[in-house]
């Protein structure tokens, strides 16, 4: 009798290459990066800061949304099912939920890096400083532990896929 291939499921074999822990240190200290920030803000420029603060943060995580998923559909690639919006530290914003490859998710977050400042700095226009300051560290601060894992996996080869975990990435070669 043959097996039937109709039903079977797919397996993929992923060696893994490479494994960066977000160590239990790094998290307090990526805790405590806004309000640090906070406090200079207010300080040095406005005790408005706080209020700027809290004004800039859902800004910022909508901002960088748009844009993610605007790269993502006008590159073609899959979102639903694939990418989603996470509220777990450290990984706050659209992120991917199953393995994503390490070519696309590096251009999402660079663009994301680069249009995400572009706007802010548009913002020095029409807002007090201390906003656009609050809105670029929102904005740096959400990024950093996705660009820790770029920097971190710079001289891998681009052909992996990423799996992200509460308190590690994975970096695996197919």
Known sequence: MEPTTKGAATFYQYK???????????????ITLPLLVLVLETVFLSWWSILYIIIA???AFWVQYVISRSVLLISGHPISKRWSV????????FMPDQHISYRIFRKVQLHNFYIGLCIAALFI??????FTVSLITCHLWLLLPRLYTLFRLNRQGQGGMLKFNPTDVSYYSQ
Do not use: H, Q
């Open 125 to 130: 226009f029409w807002s007090p400083p201390a």
């Open 86 to 93: 996470s509220f777990k530290l450290p990984w706050l914003g």
């Open 16 to 30: 893994l290459i490479k494994k960066i822990n977000l160590t239990a240190r790094l998290l307090p200290i990526y």
């Open 57 to 59: 943060a859902p800004v």
